[in-house]
């Protein structure tokens, strides 16, 4: 059977069961453990299944999920920047660019938090400034009032120095079609110059910029490594980003 096949029929088993298990996919489909066990990586990776031990369960039966807790109300950024804590290891070297998202992180860090920050983001500097264990490195340029951050040919230039384990990057716009693109040309070409120094890439878009475009090129969905936005991953408006090698958050 192949995969797109295994995939309709793990889903729809899900659907109606609530949860699979590798030995029973395995017996309903004729294919080994490991290539059911491979098939439900690919569908947790892509936000469609909760992967379990033994197997998978629904999205919504899932306890962790932040759209489960009863008593969570948070505001779309608060959902996002809860969701990134668990990617940000003691240790890292980050590179975190402009916008109200990414300060909405560094307001959900733990007061323990060990990181070294590199930004343009003026906003963000006093946010972390709290932390003991955070070294804060900011990017020089011209400062804009409008983004709060620092942009220009001297931001990128230093961000061209450094070599990071992970770039948070708040986004404008992001679809299939054009990945993701900026509004302002100068916020566009600092994304660009922390990309090349960058091993991981995680974007952070709320869903009112998924599918829209902006003027201004930064990458193709391919140079991204995951995504997070404050809706459950299984949503349907995300659809179109699935299966981009791309995992949804």
Request: net charge neutral.
């Amino acid at each position: 059977m192949i995969r797109e096949k295994r995939f309709e029929h793990i889903i729809s088993s899900i659907k109606k069961a609530g949860a699979v298990t590798y030995s029973g996919m395995s017996m309903d489909l004729s294919v080994s453990e490991d290539t059911i066990r491979r098939d439900i990586d690919y569908l947790h990776e892509n936000g469609l299944l909760s992967k379990v031990r033994g197997g998978a369960i629904s999205r919504d039966k899932n306890p962790l999920s932040f759209q489960d807790r009863a008593d969570f109300h948070a505001t779309e950024k608060e959902i996002i920047a809860l969701k990134v804590q668990p990617l940000l290891k003691s240790g890292m070297t980050v590179f975190m660019d402009g916008g109200t998202t990414v300060c909405a992180v560094a307001e959900c860090l733990t007061a323990n938090a060990s990181l070294r920050v590199i930004t343009n983001n003026i906003a963000l500097v006093p946010l972390l400034g709290r932390f003991k264990n955070i070294e804060v490195i900011v990017l020089g340029g011209n400062y804009d009032r409008n983004t709060q951050t620092n942009l220009g040919a001297k931001t990128c230039e230093e961000a061209a120095d450094f070599v990071v384990d992970l770039y948070l990057m708040g986004t404008c716009a992001i679809s299939k079609d054009f990945g993701i693109t900026a509004a302002i040309r100068e916020d566009g070409a600092v994304k660009k110059a922390m990309l090349k120094g960058s091993k991981s890439v995680v974007v952070l878009s709320n869903s009112k910029k998924i599918g829209i475009n902006e003027p201004f090129v930064v990458c193709e969905l391919q140079r991204i490594h995951v995504l997070v936005t404050e809706l459950p991953s299984d949503d349907s408006k995300l659809d179109e980003l699935r299966f981009k090698n791309l995992k949804i958050i």
